[in-house]
Structure formats: C-alpha cells, structure tokens
C-alpha cells in the first residue's frame, strides 16, 4: 500500500505506477511471478504513462515462500477493480525453479521480451 496505494492506482509523483487495471498485473502470469521474485528496475510505461523506475521494485523471492507469492498475486489480479485467473503455488515453482540462476533485478525491457506485451 506504501508504494502502490491501497486503491491500487499508484503513486505517479513518486514513480510508483498503478496496479489497477494493467496488463503487468493482469497479463501474463509468468512475467508477473519474475517481477515479484526478482524485483523490476528501470523505466516503465503503464496505462500509458511513463514511469522512469529509478526507485526499484522490491525482490521478495527471498522473503517470501511460493503459496505465499501465489496468495498476494492472486489477491492483487482480483482486487482494484481487477478480475483475472488465480496464480497457483506450482506455477510459482515452476517459474522459481526456471529462474533460479537469475541474478539482480529484471527491466522492463528483459520481461518484455520474453513475455511481449498482450494486445486487447
């Protein structure tokens, strides 16, 4: 709630970009588990804006067990005004295990790569 505010809208004055309705939340499942694992550093465009991301996105693979990264995604893609699939605990794994040699943070340009952005 600090960064993304309770409403999920963001902070865009301070560089945090919503999380309501986006396809970085809403999208691939995938490259939304690789942010929270690693985090996410570097400049970002969502819903349109832009966002120079010099303020890093948290890493919580460390902190956080693979039910309890499924748990807080599922809640954020079905919260805000959000509706989407639930992520499962083995998809984390899955994702966890496939990353494992991952070093530092992701950008944007990274994920976006592997996982192109969906078009509506």
């Not at 809208?9 to 694992?37: C, H, M, Y």
């Not at 902190?63 to 989407?84: H, P």
Request: glycine share 10%.
């Amino acid at each position: 709630a600090t960064c993304h505010q309770a409403d999920g809208k963001g902070l865009q004055a301070s560089g945090f970009p919503p999380l309501a309705g986006t396809k970085w939340v809403n999208g691939d499942e995938e490259r939304l588990i690789k942010i929270v694992l690693n985090g996410l550093y570097g400049p970002i465009e969502v819903l349109g804006k832009q966002y120079p991301g010099q303020v890093p996105m948290t890493p919580y693979g460390n902190m956080l067990k693979d039910e309890e990264i499924a748990a807080v995604l599922t809640y954020v893609r079905n919260s805000f005004g959000n509706e989407s699939s639930i992520i499962t605990e083995e998809k984390v794994a899955q994702v966890r295990a496939a990353t494992a040699d991952k070093e530092g943070f992701w950008t944007p340009e990274e994920l976006l790569e592997d996982h192109p952005m969906e078009v509506q």
